[in-house]
């Protein structure tokens, strides 16, 4: 078993679409989560960072982590042919190196 | 603020033979990190420097990769020699420090794409 998996894709959808977008992990003790994307050929840029279980909003993002099921979200509201790329979740113990997952591949659609 | 700064961006070599990448991370900080991307993975980190120290390289194919950051500012990685499953695209990252740790916003650079043939 991987320590984070996700699924792959590709997933498209329509513009305005509420996407969601999740990884699920072995290790219970990792305790910091992270969402990046990443577009085409270039690197990945970080966008939601969560601490512990819970939820957090910016703008049309919100991610969510569920520790007890080892489940990590993130939500994107009205989206944009902008959002299309590729999220990889990661996370981390408090003294370890992130792990990435491998990335789900979106695209919205005008 | 500028970014990280990789170069090359694209390097095609034959098997066995040698190459190497530049970073040069954004300015004041002090952690810098080496990635390997292989298609349809995520990033795996290689490895990670705090200023000019290495922190954790247990990812680092010692027989065959190298790594420096001399003067704990730029720093070059080197495959030697090259294999068919070092095709990937290297990632060069860096972050700040609060305290004695890194933060979690790792700014990433836009990679140097390696194909070997």
Not at chain 2, 29 to 48: D, F, R, V
Request: charged residues 20%; proline residues 6%; contains cysteine.
């Amino acid at each position: 078993q991987k320590e984070v998996e996700q699924d792959p894709g590709p997933l498209s959808v329509p513009e305005g679409a509420i996407v969601s977008l999740n990884c699920t992990y072995s290790n219970s003790a990792f305790q910091y989560f992270m969402w990046y994307r990443q577009y085409s050929r270039k690197g990945p840029e970080l966008l939601m960072y969560t601490y512990s279980s819970g939820n957090k909003e910016d703008g049309r993002f919100t991610a969510q982590v569920d520790k007890s099921s080892k489940y990590i979200s993130l939500f994107i509201r009205d989206s944009q042919p902008s959002d299309s790329a590729t999220y990889l979740c990661a996370m981390r113990t408090s003294y370890d190196k992130v792990i990435f997952g491998p990335g789900t591949s979106l695209s919205v659609i005008p | 603020e500028a970014g990280v700064a990789q170069s090359p961006r694209y390097k095609i070599i034959e098997k066995r033979q040698s190459v190497a990448f530049w970073c040069n991370p954004i300015s004041g900080h002090a952690t810098l990190y080496w990635y390997q991307q292989i298609l349809g993975q995520g990033p795996k980190l290689l490895i990670q420097f705090q200023n000019n120290g290495v922190v954790d390289d247990s990812q680092l194919p010692k027989d065959r990769f190298s790594a420096e950051r001399l003067k704990g500012v730029d720093s070059t990685l080197k495959i030697q020699p090259a294999k068919l499953e070092d095709s990937a695209v290297y990632l060069c990252a860096s972050s700040d420090i609060q305290g004695f740790v890194s933060t979690d916003t790792q700014y990433f650079g836009p990679g140097t794409r390696l194909t070997v043939l």
